[in-house]
Structures are given as C-alpha cells and as structure tokens.
C-alpha cells in the first residue's frame, strides 16, 4: 500500500506483525472480551464493578461513551462509568484514575480499560503511521489490598505539553473541523503525525519522568523488576532502557508482536509479562507512557499476586 520494506519497519521500529480487528469487529466488543476476561481471572462477577474507565481514541461512535457500550455487553449492571481520551498515555492515565478511587475508599472494584482499534483512523497511505499502528488492548481489574505486600499502588508522575498538539493529531471531526466533503477529502479524520519530532519527545521525557519519580521515592533503574515501556517504538524502549541504566532482562518488549496499539500497549504488555512468568507477587513494576498531547506519564505498583 505504501513504499517501504519489511527490513526498514524492522530496523527503524522494531514491529513484524500487527493485528488489525476483523469485519464489523468494535473498540467495544474487544474491550468487553477483555472486561470478562480479567473478571473471571480475578473471581468477580461483573455485576459487582462499580466503575469502568475506558481508554481509547477510537470509541465505536463519538457518543455514546464505549465505557457504556462495555458496561451493558459485560451486564456490570451496578457500574458507572466514562472515557478517556489521551491517545498512547490513556491506559496510564486511566489506571491513575481508577487507583484514585481505590485509594479514596469510594470503590472496591474498578475495571480500567485501555483499548484502540487504530485501523478505523490509520491513513493506508501514509508510511509515517500505517506502518507502526495495531488493533488491541487488555484490562485490569483495580481492587484494594489488605497490606503493601498484597500489592499497592506507589506513586506516579504524569505531564502534558499542549504546545506539541498539532505533532500527533487527528485534524478532522471535532468542533474544530467537523466533518464535511472537504475534511474527508483532504484525508483529515486520519491520524497525522510529525515522526522524528515525537520521537525526540519521546526520549527525552519518558526517561526523564521515569528517573524523577524513581529519585523522589529514593529508588534507581537498579530497584525496578519490571519495566513496562509503551510500545511505540524499539529505539524509544531501548534509550530508555539505557537511560535508567537496567538490564534488557527486565523490561517487557512485545512490539514485535502487536505494533503500537496506543491505548492498547500497556496492558498488552503486562498480559505478555504474566504469561511468559516475568510478572511475580511483590515486583516492584515501573510503567511509562507518552503520546499525543503531547503528553507522558511514569507510575510505580508493587505488583500484588
Ligand atoms: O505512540 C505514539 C507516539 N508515536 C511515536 O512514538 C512515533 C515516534 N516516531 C517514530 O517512531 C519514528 O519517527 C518513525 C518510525 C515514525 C519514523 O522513523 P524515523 O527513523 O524517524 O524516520 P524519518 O521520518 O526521520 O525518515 C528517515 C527516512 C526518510 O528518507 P530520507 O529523507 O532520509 O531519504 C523517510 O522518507 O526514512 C524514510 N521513511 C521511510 N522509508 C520506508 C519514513 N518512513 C518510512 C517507511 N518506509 N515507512
């Protein structure tokens, strides 16, 4: 569809495979697969979630909100719930939401959702994007503990730069530019992206808020046993890496596998680090994220079964 080749893709990001949705398959009906999924591994029913955040920037409409459209396809009948929309840091940002309201004691079981189909908005003429995005996500299932070692919730960092809007954005169908003949013939409900300014974006803060939030809770790269990068590109992963001065052991890479799922890629991640092992009760769990907005994020969880 585009000129380029599998060994540039490769070399230049890292990805061999993507998986895209099937016909007629929704952000929705994959996050409420996902919802189950995580229900019944955590022994809950679904009628006792009291709180659905759903991450995503490819609702199945504009409204309403896909944390509906999942709270009625999974029957979680006593649940409230909404969207977040931060593109790549969603899933981060969503989970610091959900914890807010374990920590606050307002909720016992809060299901976060990070979820994107990014075939719906992909340009399949537009080598910058096409090549790096997939479909998918996971969930997780928020609940409180008893104790720290029951696993807890430690601390987090999360910035926005408004001022990098316009690098990663989707121009068309917002009160900015609703769409019109002329919005969707100049392609503008596609992604459009600024490849190397996000890049550098990318590597410089993603690191930077990682090595602040481990210093102010007096931990190094050192203390962390499982790094769990957004995947959006192997070089982004590896100068992180190399900046907090860890081992490639600890870090959990499956962008070969999926692609860049924006809101997708953090839990895609843990549910590749829990079914290879590498995920153990009392680890000590660094997450980061960085997106459009442009916006990036770094949490702590000491990871509790
Ligand atoms: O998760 C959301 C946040 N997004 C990201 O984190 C993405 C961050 N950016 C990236 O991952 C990289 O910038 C890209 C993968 C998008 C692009 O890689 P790059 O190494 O930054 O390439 P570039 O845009 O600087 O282009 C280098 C060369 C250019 O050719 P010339 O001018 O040197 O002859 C491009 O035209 O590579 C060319 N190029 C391609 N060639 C084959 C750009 N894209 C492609 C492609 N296939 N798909």
Redesign the pocket.
């Known amino acids: 569809m ?4 599998d060994q ?2 490769t070399e ?2 890292g990805i061999k495979n993507r998986f895209l949705v099937g016909p007629g398959e929704t952000c929705s009906d994959l996050g409420a697969r996902a919802a189950l999924d995580a229900c019944q591994k955590a022994g809950v029913d679904p009628a006792d979630i009291e709180l659905i955040v759903f991450a995503t920037i490819t609702p199945d409409m504009m409204l309403p909100a896909t944390a509906c459209l999942v709270q009625h396809k999974i029957g979680a009948t006593r649940a409230w719930g909404f969207d977040l929309s931060i ?2 840091s969603g899933f981060l940002y969503a989970l610091q939401v959900g914890v807010q309201f374990i920590l606050s004691g307002c909720h016992k079981n809060v299901l976060v959702i990070g979820m994107d189909v990014m075939s719906s908005i992909v340009d399949y003429q537009d ?3 096409c ?2 995005f997939g479909d998918g996500g996971g969930a997780v299932l928020l609940q409180p503990s008893e104790s720290a070692s029951d696993g807890c919730f430690v601390d987090y960092l999360h910035e926005v730069d408004g001022s990098g809007g316009d690098f ?1 954005c989707m121009p068309g169908g917002g009160s900015a530019h609703p769409a019109s003949k002329e919005t969707v013939e100049g392609r503008q409900h596609f992604v459009k ?1 600024d ?2 300014v ?2 550098r974006f ?1 590597t410089k803060r993603m690191p930077d808020l990682c090595v602040r939030l481990l210093e102010r809770n007096g931990l190094t790269g050192k203390d962390v046993d499982v790094f769990v990068p ?1 995947q ?2 192997l ?2 992963i590896k100068s992180a890496v190399e900046r907090l001065g860890m081992p490639m052991e600890k870090v959990i890479v499956n962008i070969e596998e999926y692609g ?1 799922t ?1 809101a997708g890629t953090l839990p895609l991640a843990l549910s590749t680090a829990l079914s290879s092992g590498r995920l153990k009760k009392g680890d000590l769990v660094l997450f980061a994220a ?3 907005g442009l916006s990036a994020g770094a949490a702590l969880m000491r990871w509790g079964y």
């Open positions: 585009v000129e380029t080749s540039w893709i230049r990001t593109a790549c080598r910058q994007t090549i790096i990663l992206q490849g190397p996000v890049f990318a957004h959006a590109n070089r982004i860049n924006t960085m997106g459009a």
